[in-house]
Structures are given as structure tokens and as C-alpha cells.
């Protein structure tokens, strides 16, 4: 059998984003698997109650109704070569600082890529469309027990 692998100096053509060539072969990473481990280390952060907005929330009750979770959720990512971007979507929990909770998100969605991915984080943009207040889950509760 001959062998048809390339060195790295020797590759022609484009590689996909998350792709990187060796000598001893290539690696792809997805960005569906960057999305998850950008949702998982936003959700550690203290304050961060859910990701996603209306509709994805909505959609990941009925997930989590089924036993099923979707770590991407109210996560935008863009995949370059060496690079990238991401969005993130939160609600926070309150009374909070909203620029602290971020700021934190930012941190860790940073920390989190470079270190388990190996590619360096250009921007991380965080949208908080919703506060989560305490009485929330009160009221939640008390509708449930009425019926």
C-alpha cells in the first residue's frame, strides 16, 4: 500500500476551518464541537442563568423535558483556519452586574477555546436579553401547584 500522506509543506488546495495537517495526519474540529465547549464554559459562569433567547429557551425546556441538552444553545460560532469568533446569548441571573457577567463569560468562553481547541479567540460578543429574577421561579411554582 502506498503511502499518500502529505507533509504540511507539501498540501495544496484550502483546508477547511478547524482543520489542521500534519505529517503524521489531519485533525478536524467542528464547529459544532467548538459551540459546545463555548456553551459549556459560559454556563460555569456565576450569574449566567440560561442561554439562548425566547425560542431557544423554549426549545430547550421541551429538551430538558426528554432528558436532553443542548450545550450550543444560544451559541453562534465562526470557525476560521487559526481564529475565532463567537456570539453567546445569555440571560442573567439577578441582581448581578450585568458588565461583570459578561465580562466573565468572555473570559472563560476565551480560556476555555485556546486552552481545549488550540485556536485563538478574535471577539467574543455577548447579547443578554433577558434578567432572571428569584420571584420568577416563585410564581412558576405556585402556577404548578394550582391546577
Same mark, same amino acid.
Given at each position: ?16 476551518? @478547524?482543520? !489542521? &495537517?500534519? *505529517?503524521?495526519?489531519? $485533525? ?6 467548538? =459551540?459546545?465547549?463555548?456553551?459549556? /464554559? ?37 470557525? @476560521?483556519? !487559526? &481564529?475565532? *469568533?463567537?456570539?453567546? $446569548? ?6 448581578? =452586574?450585568?458588565?461583570?457577567?459578561? /465580562? ?44
Amino acid at each position: 500500500m502506498a503511502n499518500t500522506s502529505a507533509s504540511p509543506a507539501s498540501v495544496t488546495g484550502t483546508t477547511l476551518p @478547524g482543520t !489542521t &495537517q500534519t *505529517a503524521d495526519g489531519k $485533525t478536524v474540529i467542528n464547529d459544532a464541537v467548538v =459551540a459546545k465547549i463555548v456553551g459549556i /464554559a459560559a454556563r460555569e459562569v456565576p450569574g449566567v442563568f440560561a442561554l439562548g433567547g425566547g425560542a431557544a429557551r423554549a426549545i430547550g425546556a421541551i429538551r430538558d423535558a426528554i432528558n436532553s441538552k443542548d450545550m450550543a444553545q444560544g451559541i453562534s460560532v465562526e470557525v @476560521g483556519e !487559526t &481564529q475565532v *469568533a463567537v456570539d453567546v $446569548t445569555i440571560v442573567a441571573e439577578y441582581p448581578i =452586574a450585568l458588565q461583570d457577567v459578561a /465580562a466573565k463569560v468572555r473570559a472563560s468562553v476565551i480560556s476555555a477555546v485556546e486552552t481545549l481547541v488550540g485556536m485563538e479567540v478574535t471577539e467574543v460578543n455577548v447579547t443578554i436579553n433577558d434578567v432572571h429574577l428569584p420571584t420568577d421561579d416563585a410564581a412558576e411554582q405556585a402556577e404548578a401547584r394550582v391546577q
